[in-house]
């Protein structure tokens, strides 16, 4: 969140993909609730500048992926005019389908490693605050980047290992 603040690209997301989520986030965490769920929901629609993307379901019905459950995201990518989908899940996105809208899908590294390649500053005070947001354990900078390793980040740590005492 710290990161689509800045301003270096245009964070977007809908509804659907909230609601998926919060449901995801409960089934596997015990320890949250709804409530608290939809709360930061709230704060990321408004504190992301023109995040919400809405009426991009009339482009669903055309759209073929390997799960069909994923054809909201591409639907709204295209309502966007998105540049790229960010997503571990790269395999239900083919470039076969998402080369006819112009766009392309990106695992979460490639696209962090990327912004920092255009913007090392503005990355790093995003990961300055992202870290000292971090209360509940406070973290260190190796135990942030610990964290960013336990999430698939090897490249994304490689670079901000560079610029530790920036963050």
């Known amino acids: 969140m ?3 603040m800045t301003d270096l690209f245009r964070a977007k997301w809908t509804n659907k993909i909230h609601e998926e ?12 609730t709804r409530e608290r769920l ?14 919400l993307v809405e009426d991009f379901e009339h482009f669903e019905k055309d759209l073929e992926l390997p799960d069909p459950n994923d054809r909201h995201v591409l639907a ?24 006819k809208y112009g766009i392309e899908a990106m695992h979460p590294d490639d696209f962090i490693n990327s912004q920092i390649g255009l913007s090392s500053a503005a990355v790093c005070g995003a990961a300055k605050r992202q870290r000292e947001s971090l209360k509940n354990p406070p973290k260190s900078v190796e135990e942030y980047l610990q964290t960013l390793e336990a ?3 090897p490249q ?4 901000l290992r560079y610029y530790a005492e920036l963050i």
């Open 76 to 99: 709204a990518a295209i309502k966007a005019r998105a540049d790229a989908i960010i997503t571990i899940n790269l395999k239900d996105f083919p470039d076969s389908t998402l080369s």
């Open 2 to 4: 710290h990161l689509a």
């Open 38 to 51: 939809e709360r930061t929901r709230d704060l990321m629609n408004q504190h992301v500048r023109d995040c």
């Open 156 to 159: 994304t740590i490689a670079a």
């Open 151 to 153: 999430q698939g980040l």
């Open 21 to 32: 989520w919060i449901s995801n986030l409960l089934l596997n965490r015990d320890d949250l």
